[in-house]
């Protein structure tokens, strides 16, 4: 249980690291909707492995295969399913270490969980590459958005102690987010990427990772989309957030900023502009009581640093109930926040375009 | 739809401020589990409005009344309902304000959702008045659990600029989680708790308002509990969550520390102690991938300052399409934190529990 | 569990027999929608007891008590709530039989499942007073289904061996099915109903019971609505009709009858009429692959006879182990079906406005 | 949507007649269970067309592969995915058709529901060929449910106006079930499969096709399986059995016949019985009130003639809007119902393993 989630738009992962394929299969985008593979393609190029010398050098094409649903680029209505082939398995890599769990991996909860049944060769299905299924199902929801005038778009805000300047939370374009996208490195700040780099690089050449986060944004949302309390905006974002692998904090508008604000000065004051209510600021990340109300939705989340270090760490060993050391090889990246941002971006197009699905007119269409 | 959640133990909550009575309806707890209701009665206490010159002054006794699912004390297979009729309802104070949004509540949100016809009274279904039911159900839960071992605790963790100590995250017990339910201000350090009253009262005094964070603490969790990716113990607990009103934020373990470490730092080793494995950290904060490992269970929640404040604001008037001032009389908790505790207990008291009862045993028990 | 269900609009039925109270929470139906609670009393006294000499003397106004939800007549978005009091209660009838499951009864099975712990008087949760919040959940939903032109009604079309002549399969007006239910004994030929009666009289007065089925349709319905395969417009009322007391059978058109049938008799040929596709016949109940085609949806379910009956029958004694006899005195229907024609109509109305509130155009509004 | 199911053992279906593949993810099964992929080869090779003259002569090997979720033949906790290629695809036979709908196929309804877009060859998502992922997914729950000593298993029950004989409700064995498995023809009266197979025959060499009815029955079952309601064991077989195509009736036990039946007829008396509890006779089919009680479940369901016909029949041609006449060629069981069997003790496997897996023990295990 747990790789399937949404109530209109519901989406099914599976897929182990080292299986046959991941995939993902996915009900309720709208019938006939064109579907621009290429466009998907580019969208997950974004989280390919291989790319650069601060990422895994294990090599996917991370291109999908489609299943079913599909038929001259239009949904069929059936489920729409896509598969993405595992290619480069080096096994070996791992199977010395299956009996010492590595540190703030999932490996000593999932032995415990799963009785050593698990398939944990790369990771299992807690891989990072089942995030390819998350992106693919994310890029199909992104497509419909778009159609309703709805963007998402992320960038790296924080590596280390290197931050990105935020969004300006009442100003963000569409534009904005293509652009930052179409970027290697996704920040808005230029001069903070190489700095960010800088920080990646130095951990790695010290057998070290290092955490980060990264900021989220949604536009073009109408007002009134999200369901009170279980099912608000929220909600549904973090159901899908704290399914990205080293996900440990989430964030709206202020977030953690509120807990040291007063109202006087957090409270979002309106106004009437061109002839239509608006808002003076935006504390509150473009949601109330889980509900949007026309300005940008935004979000941060927290990733942990990349528990695969180099450098020797205390573990036990499970078999032989013993303290053991570990010094772990395998292909990692020092840093997964790069290449979690379509990740993010993908979790939040899901969870809105659920919550657009399942919004119903009032009586009359009030 | 929006105020229902749970897979195994399925909760409905239901009501609005100022309709007949708000409730919940409860499903999949164990029949024949003795229910003890002046336990319940006693975690309800502790929500309670109206019981310091910090808190509002509406008095509701916050006594359920069981409509099924209960007989001698024993749950007795069928739904779990239970009521709290409304008593202390003054309509007058609203019925002014109806058309000029209250600034960061859900009012404008709720306009458009809902085009008008929501029942605003006191919020609606907005209210916080609905956490008591929230309550209930996870007063219910918390016996469930405590009948295997599982604590749940929590504590203010900051009021504006005052914060208390955290939890030492190996190290609490439940005698320390008891302890602290007991306390009027529930708070490790004594000596922050009139800090944190002045910073209140201050912040009332000066008719505004002031934000905060709790912190969470599950004990005696079975290591293996949650489910990979989407139904993980950080999704459940997040999902219930961000359904309190005022929660924008949630971090587990180091949470959005994270962003800033090294991996080096913030890897937890493991070592065999009393010849079991154990953690020698737990920045973590007690689940990696989602799944517990033996570790306490710990995270903290954000909540931004109530928004009803007595001072002069900046609005608008729907109807009018103009702009507005607005002064919030009513009665209003200058902050929601000192209340909102037992409710954040609640929320996650019923994510485990509900994790407990999906859990399955592998297959041979093994 | 087992007291839920619908995908968009969601209903939780909660009570016992002889608790507090049965009641209902209906989420999903469109916010502003007037609900006429008169006319909701008025399909809720066609289920009600104790209007004749064949029903049960047990009376219960069923006036439901709204909670939430409502206000001015206006759904508010809120979770519609609803409870049915419990005032005529004899407990004693009941006490004495506590260890003698009644034959065909629930008792045994719920004695085994529930380990004794369940509330068994008057039924408990398994009591056919739990149709009364089904039929207030049904008659909102009818009232939304009206409003798309959606008429639903059943008629009694078999009691033991005396049949009611079935709807013709494509001529049922909305008019037809207001009739038939405005009767006090709902069938289409006069003539039967007093053949009918004579057949429940004569159970009656040997101490017996007897079983029946109703038909039911529904008019109006847009081509297109169900769900394939899992999620169909048969799966969707089986869900629900399966959950009446003492059904025990479910078949679309022909049902039954197409087991015996070619393909060259039971294809319902379609020719075009008035410039638009029609259909010569209607075997297949209106819908195929689970998917409406503008037919009158129709089926037929079966009821048991009321298990208790007066006379003498074998049963065991579960504390003492031995063989036993009861005669069941209490108060019962010598049968069911009468008051069960509006469950089922409401069964029927749950599952359409479940369906067509999670139907979506598709993309482009083709 | 439509095409996932389950609460606790979550089943999602994809893929369409003529697209990549077909295939299902499965989650909830217990990890490290063994799974004998043999074994459900075989149950596969039972639904497997192009075996004899009565079926289409469409070959597919119907071997299933296997994604993820299976290690050395033990399922490791992720999710369980599968997919069977398409390979002997022939589009053309369909083409000619695509604007005159098919009498009782899906043809029409689909049109309205898609817009056109769907992709109907060989019947889309429609197919017949999405009972192989059914019936993968059937084979491990029979699987899982033999571990707890749960056995199904079904015969034809009647092919147009011949019957074979019904199971005797109270004395049904595992090796009854296990025999009539490995027939060709499975039927209890060896008998009737000459006669059945004439009529099927018959009705090819007419250009025609014949309906008819499947019986089956679960021994081993314990007592007390099944939630009240809307969780019962009928509620749940027949959600998933009217997603098998042709599917049109479902009746429990005595079914139909109730409906003429007398309650001192109909009731089942109870005894003891080497000690135990017992019943002297099985009308309600091994369920009251939805729940189990240790009897055999028994079910019957009424399958229509495979709507493609070789005979001239009236349609419509959509595009023109004119009537048409349609002569439909292709491969096509003349009788869907030898080829269902193994389909319906799929739908009846997954249903109970659902509530197996959902079932909890009351509170101390009383």
Redesign the interface.
């Known amino acids: 249980?747990?790789?399937?989630?949404g109530?209109?738009l519901?989406v099914?992962?599976?897929?182990?690291s080292h299986?046959?394929?991941?995939?993902c299969?996915i009900?309720?985008l709208?019938?006939?909707?064109?579907l621009d593979l290429q466009k998907v393609e580019r969208f997950l190029s974004r989280r390919s492995p291989g790319k650069s010398n601060i990422s895994s050098d294990r090599v996917e094409t991370d291109k999908p295969?489609?299943?079913?649903?599909l038929?001259n680029e239009?949904?069929?209505?059936?489920?729409l399913?896509a598969?993405f082939e595992n290619h480069d398995v080096r096994s070996g890599d791992y199977e010395a270490i299956s009996d010492t769990?590595r540190?703030?991996?999932?490996d000593?909860?999932?032995f415990?969980?799963?009785?050593?049944?698990?398939?944990m060769r790369g990771g299992?299905?807690?891989s990072g590459r089942?995030t390819a299924p998350l992106c693919f199902a994310g890029a199909c929801a992104m497509q419909f958005l778009e159609?309703s005038g709805v963007h998402i778009g992320a960038h790296i805000e924080?590596i280390?102690?290197v931050a990105d300047c935020r969004f300006d939370p009442l100003n963000i374009s569409a534009e904005l987010l293509a652009d930052i996208a179409l970027k290697d490195f996704p920040v808005i700040d230029e001069k903070k990427s190489k700095r960010m780099i800088a920080v990646i690089e130095a951990?790695r050449d010290?057998l070290?990772?290092?955490?980060?986060?990264v900021e989220c944004a949604a536009v073009g949302l109408p007002?009134?989309?999200?369901?009170?309390?279980?099912?608000?905006v929220?909600?549904a974002v973090?159901?899908?957030?704290?399914?990205i692998?080293a996900?440990?904090?989430?964030?709206?508008?202020?977030?953690?900023?509120?807990?040291?604000?007063?109202?006087?000065y957090?409270?979002?004051?309106?106004?009437?502009k061109d002839?239509?209510?608006a808002f003076?600021s935006n504390?509150?990340?473009g949601?109330?009581?889980?509900?949007?109300?026309?300005r940008p939705l935004i979000f941060r989340c927290?990733?942990?640093?990349?528990?695969?270090?180099g450098?020797k760490?205390?573990?036990?060993n499970?078999k032989a109930?013993?303290?053991a050391e570990i010094e772990i090889k395998g292909r990692h990246d020092p840093c997964v926040v790069p290449r979690a941002v379509p990740a993010v971006e993908a979790a939040a197009a899901l969870a809105i375009a659920d919550l657009m699905?399942?919004a119903?007119?009032?009586?009359?269409g009030?």
């Not at 099914?12 to 182990?16: A, D, H, L, P």
């Not at 949601?287 to 109300?293: P, S, Y």
């Open positions: 249980m747990g790789f399937n989630f109530e209109t519901r099914q992962i599976f897929g182990e299986g046959e394929a991941v995939g299969v009900e309720g709208p019938t006939g909707m064109p295969k489609i299943i079913s649903g038929k239009l949904l069929t209505g059936a489920p399913a598969i769990p540190p703030n991996h999932a000593y909860a999932a415990v969980k799963y009785g050593g049944y698990s398939d299992g299905q807690f089942l159609h924080r280390g102690d951990a010290e070290d990772s290092v955490g980060g986060a007002a009134g989309l999200g369901e009170p309390r279980y099912y608000g929220e909600n973090a159901r899908i957030i704290f399914g692998p996900v440990k904090g989430l964030e709206f508008g202020l977030g953690f900023g509120f807990a040291e604000a007063y109202g006087s957090a409270n979002d004051s309106m106004t009437i002839g239509k209510p003076l504390n509150c990340g949601c109330v009581g889980g509900i949007t109300d026309g927290a990733f942990k640093p990349t528990p695969s270090i450098r760490q205390n573990t036990v499970l109930r013993e303290n699905l399942l119903k007119p009032v009586f009359g009030r």
